[in-house]
């Protein structure tokens, strides 16, 4: 079975500020690993994924994220964010050969201008 | 081209009563999943269909819960005799086929219900 942890329910941010959402999971077997983003009243996007080579992955509005299998995290970072970033964000594993997504619980970004 | 759509997109209705959720997935899409995202509990994986096969249901949380998928496409789930804790925003996704190399799962919108 697999488990994602998101310590941080709430993040406030200032605008323009660096931000890191902290990831962690468990599994048993290898997983590929996602962040979705749930902007106000719509439905979840993908931010970005790892599905193998390069740990650092980048993905849509200048996120990005780092894998380490090591400590079994997977830390989403921005070096300066924006109003727009407003939303929550979840982190999910995915077992190989397997189509089940497995979320953490998110992590509301709040940004304050 | 068209996202994933989901109807109604609220519904609120008495316990005890029976509701039905649509799903239209992208079209080409072969896979399609539902999840539940309730409040403080996340999103919780509820059932898949892969084409042809059998749906994996392992997810769903009790007999009053079913889900089908008419002609490969459209999805129909179906909680019967509703409960207040079912309240929750139903999410469905479809994905290119499961070995394909993009791997992502589309979300819909959602619906949210509630159970008075």
């Known amino acids: 079975a697999q488990s994602v942890t998101q310590l941080d329910s709430q993040v406030p941010v200032f605008e323009e500020a660096p931000v890191e959402l902290r990831c962690n999971y468990s599994?048993?077997?290898?997983?590929?690993l996602f962040w979705y983003v749930q902007y106000p009243n719509q439905g979840l996007q993908l931010l970005l994924k790892?599905?193998?080579?390069?740990?650092l992955v980048k993905g849509i509005n200048g996120f990005e994220a780092e894998f380490n299998k090591s400590q079994t995290s997977f830390h989403l970072r921005k070096p300066s964010v924006h109003i727009s970033d407003t939303a929550e964000y979840f982190c999910a594993v995915k077992p190989f050969g397997n189509e089940k997504l497995t979320f953490g619980t998110g992590t509301r970004l709040t940004i304050i201008p | 081209g068209a996202g994933v759509s989901q109807s109604p997109s609220n519904k609120v209705t008495e316990k005890g009563k029976d509701v039905e959720l649509r799903c239209d997935p992208i079209s080409g899409h072969t896979a399609l999943y539902w999840y539940r995202q309730s409040l403080g509990q996340g999103l919780e994986f509820l059932i898949y269909f892969q084409g042809n096969s059998a749906p994996d249901k392992s997810g769903l949380p009790s007999d009053r819960f079913s889900a089908e998928r008419t002609g490969g496409s459209v999805s129909t789930l179906t909680i019967q005799r509703t409960q207040q804790e079912d309240s929750a925003v139903y999410l469905c996704?479809?994905?290119?086929?499961?070995?394909?190399?993009?791997?992502?799962?589309?979300f819909g919108p959602g619906t949210r219900l509630t159970v008075l």
């Open positions: 790892y599905l193998s080579g390069s740990t």
């Open positions: 599994s048993s077997v290898s997983v590929y």
């Open positions: 996704a479809s994905s290119h086929p499961p070995s394909g190399i993009n791997n992502e799962q589309f």
